[in-house]
């Protein structure tokens, strides 16, 4: 199982460009997420899906867009890149039930914006 | 006032040294709790939940404190392998209420 996969690794932007994250677990896991990390800053949310065919608003969701493609893949789409979006995203899946609560995280994407 | 605060540190400690990490809460209605650890330039990953009676895994003991707002995480006998940041996790219930700290840093050293 390769767990949590996400291109790419790194992409530096000018101000104004697009460009789309991609995300795929093999988990089988119903929620995802994605989140920023900034210096000094814990991880906040920006989307999550907490089924197939739903989407929801975090805390930092201005200037993205995500889209869940079907239970693997949820993809995260910066539409015009501002320097603030400069950070390290992270998607995670998470196996939560009764029993569990736990997030996988993929890699991340390092994003500058320049 | 953050909902979730840790001392960011740095924590530099010998190896072998046993090191204690302290994490307090807002909201008093808070679910569950988690430490996960970060190397540096990785993702985060589960180190270990904290149950209300305090456990233990290894080397590692996390304990809860509701009346206080507070979890805490000791580390016996470090390891050079135990420097990393070390996150901690509060769920406040529902699947957008799980809320991370923005870590405490250990450094091990010989």
């Known amino acids: 199982n390769a767990g949590v996969t996400q291109t790419p690794k790194f992409q530096v932007l000018k101000t104004g460009q697009s460009m789309t994250l991609q995300c795929a677990q093999d988990?089988?896991?119903?929620?995802m997420y994605w989140y920023r990390q900034d210096p000094g800053m814990g991880l906040r949310l920006i989307y999550y899906?907490?089924?197939?065919?739903?989407?929801d608003k975090g805390e930092v969701p201005n200037g993205y867009n995500v889209s869940r493609l079907n239970k693997r893949e949820f993809s995260l789409r910066l539409e015009s890149a501002a320097p603030s979006q400069t950070s390290v995203y992270f998607c995670?899946?998470?196996?939560?039930?009764?029993?569990?609560?736990?997030?996988?995280f993929g890699p991340g994407t390092r994003l500058t914006v320049l | 006032r953050k909902e979730v605060e840790q001392d960011p540190g740095p924590f530099n400690v010998p190896e072998g040294a046993t090191v204690a990490f302290n994490c307090t809460y807002s909201?008093?209605?808070?679910?569950?709790f988690f430490w996960y650890r970060q190397d540096c330039r990785k993702e985060p990953k589960l180190l270990m939940s904290?149950?209300?009676s305090g456990n233990e895994d290894g080397r590692f003991t996390a304990q809860l404190n509701r009346a206080s707002q507070y979890i805490s995480l000791l580390i016996r006998d470090s390891k050079l392998s135990d420097s990393a940041t070390y996150l901690c996790?509060?769920?406040?219930?529902?699947?957008?209420?799980?809320?991370f700290g923005a870590g405490t840093r250990l450094a091990v050293h010989p």
């Open positions: 988990m089988n896991h119903n929620s």
């Open positions: 899906s907490a089924s197939e065919g739903t989407t």
């Open positions: 909201n008093s209605a808070s679910q569950s």
């Open positions: 996790v509060v769920n406040m219930g529902g699947y957008n209420k799980l809320i």
């Open positions: 904290v149950y209300s």
């Open positions: 995670a899946s998470r196996d939560y039930t009764d029993r569990t609560d736990t997030q996988y």
